[in-house]
């Protein structure tokens, strides 16, 4: 069974700092490029990240500079530094698949306010 657990999220104020931790198993990890999504309160799910499975990185526009994704292939798990946290990143963050948005976990919520 695939499953991915998000954690790290909480409140931060503006200017600060996270980091997300997403710990996977039911599937080769290594094999796949991963991605980080958001969904912000009242709107849709939002791309923000992704890993290829030889590590090469993409951002969205609106994190580029901010953030940065990682992995560790013999942990099976998936990282995503935040930093100079805006009031806008505040949302739910999910880790999954890069083409299988489907396999999401339940997320954690990161809330950027002073």
């Known amino acids: 069974e695939v499953q991915l657990v998000e954690s790290g999220g909480g409140l931060v104020q503006p200017g600060g700092s996270l980091r997300l931790s997403c710990a996977t198993s039911?599937?080769?990890?290594?094999?796949?490029?991963m991605t980080w999504l958001r969904q912000a309160p009242g709107k849709g799910l939002e791309w923000v990240s992704y890993i290829s499975n030889g590590g090469q990185t993409y951002y969205a526009d609106s994190v580029k500079g901010r953030f940065t994704i990682s992995r560790d292939n013999a942990k099976n798990m998936l990282y995503l530094q935040l930093n100079n946290l805006k009031t806008e990143d505040t949302a739910v963050y999910y880790c999954?698949?890069?083409?299988?948005?489907?396999?999401r976990g339940q997320g954690t919520r990161v809330t950027v306010s002073s």
């Open positions: 999954s698949k890069l083409t299988d948005w489907n396999s």
């Open positions: 039911g599937f080769t990890f290594s094999r796949y490029d």
